[in-house]
């Protein structure tokens, strides 16, 4: 059985559950959410009630954003901090209201699904003025376009990048970042090699349904978990470039992580656990794990760590999948031209430069911001490998249906059994692909 039940303790992977949830229950409902009441209510009630999900950005970001809304506006603004715990069921009673949240936090991934049932606002009219001309992060702004319509503006990104001690490294005798597949495996070899007397060490742990992780690996080789043929989707890891990379995961994962780590998550056993005690050098994941690293009583500093982009097999670095939020508008919300200045005032390039990257440490949501970010000398080794690493980030398939795909296990289960080896990688990818298949039908149909 799989590990659905485990202790959601990262943002991201309770992101996946409750929201994957909100659009199955939008599904069962058969919604349609319907033509949005008159903006005329703007002039009578100049307020605003934002939903911002627990944990996405800090009180002191939440704060330079309301004081540059109330400043810009005139508005007073509601702004509550919605707990993970429950929010399917919240959301989707409130969406389906004559009295919405006029703005919402919603996953970049889950937008898709969210646009595609009719409950976020077209806002394509708006999209010159809502970018001042820059360029999002592709990863953040493909899955809230649909049929070149825009239904939500990029607010921040995350993206997994190789995090390591680089004392244990150097203890090792490693002073210098791989830049290749064939020298970080070279790297791994020689640590294990100087932890041989270890029994619970690994060199690079890496969990098997650490599907994120894995779908790098199919994206390197080519592949996709999902292709859109003759306007239907329809599952892919069976393709001939994806299977490549499925058997390049099992080879990594079997190679550098434990023998117990094929079966279970990132989170039991907790990945940042296992690093701060000393039993592996190197995970895959995002800025948050560096926080909790430092924050932790194993006593490394910044100038302990690296990070830098998984490279790719043939040069170059793998894609990583862009995780984040975007800022939406529900399509009942009365408050349109409100809800548009709160939008304008989270994404703000000095908001995004000082309080989103600075403060937060996310990824800003502008490729010119981020690159600006990469060349600015103030910025460490640390933020800048999580930064370099956004440069090829890339978005889930925009099927309707993917956040069933990402909430269901399917996707924990295919990785599992590729790394286990409990089937064929053949086998393994064809079930998949069937079982997407009928999810993106239905989807579809609903």
């Known amino acids: 059985m799989w590990l659905d039940g485990v202790r959601r303790a990262d943002r991201w992977r309770r992101r996946l559950r409750t929201l994957g949830a909100l659009t199955t229950l939008l599904a069962m409902a058969g919604c349609s959410i319907g033509a949005p009441p008159s903006p005329a209510d703007d002039a009578a009630d100049n307020h605003l009630t934002v939903w911002v999900m627990q944990d996405d950005l800090s009180e002191q970001t939440l704060d330079a954003i309301t004081a540059r809304f109330t400043k810009t506006s005139g508005a007073t603004v509601d702004v ?21 949240p006029d703005v919402i936090d919603i996953g970049n991934t889950k937008a898709t699904d969210f646009a595609s049932y009719g409950a976020l606002a077209d806002l394509s009219d708006q999209a010159d003025r809502l970018s001042r001309g820059k360029h999002w ?25 190789v995090i390591v001690n680089m004392r244990m490294w150097r203890q090792a005798g490693i002073t210098e970042i791989p830049e ?16 041989h007397d270890q029994a619970d060490f690994c060199p690079f742990y890496l969990p098997g349904q650490h599907w994120f992780a894995g779908l790098q690996f199919v994206w390197d080789a080519g592949g996709d978990a999902a292709m859109l043929n003759d306007g239907q989707w329809r599952g892919g890891l069976s393709s001939k470039n994806a299977v490549t990379g499925l058997e390049r995961f099992k080879a990594f994962q079997n190679a550098w992580s434990t023998e117990a780590s094929r079966t279970v998550d990132t989170t039991n056993p907790d990945m940042v656990q296992l690093f701060v005690q000393g039993k592996t050098s190197a995970i895959l994941w995002n800025s948050t794990a560096v926080t909790k690293i430092l924050a932790s009583d194993a006593g490394l500093g910044r100038d302990d760590l690296a990070v830098f982009p998984m490279p790719g097999e043939n040069g170059g670095i793998q894609p990583s999948l862009m995780a984040g939020s975007v800022w939406a508008v529900p399509t009942r919300s009365r408050h349109r031209e409100l809800a548009l200045e709160w939008i304008m005032a989270a994404t703000d390039p000095d908001i995004q430069r000082q309080w989103i990257a600075d403060h937060d440490n996310w990824l800003p949501n502008t490729t010119e911001l981020l690159d600006e970010l990469i060349a600015d000398a103030s910025i460490d080794d640390i933020q800048r490998g999580f930064l370099t690493t956004a440069r090829q980030a890339r978005a889930t398939p925009k099927a309707d249906g993917w956040s069933l795909i990402e909430g269901d296990g399917s996707l924990k289960q295919l990785f599992t059994a590729v790394a286990t080896g409990r089937s064929t990688i053949e086998q393994a990818s064809r079930s998949f692909d069937r079982h997407a298949d009928d999810v993106f039908e239905q989807a579809k149909g609903a």
């Open 180 to 195: 290749t597949m064939d020298e970080l495996e070279r790297d791994l070899k020689t640590v294990a090699d100087a932890h």
């Open 80 to 100: 509550q901090i919605q707990p993970w715990d429950g929010i399917a069921t919240k959301l989707t009673t409130a969406l389906v209201t004559t009295d919405p």
């Open 137 to 161: 992060l592709p990863g953040l702004e493909d899955p809230v376009t649909l049929g070149g319509r825009l239904y939500g503006v990029p607010a921040f990104g995350a993206t997994r990048a």
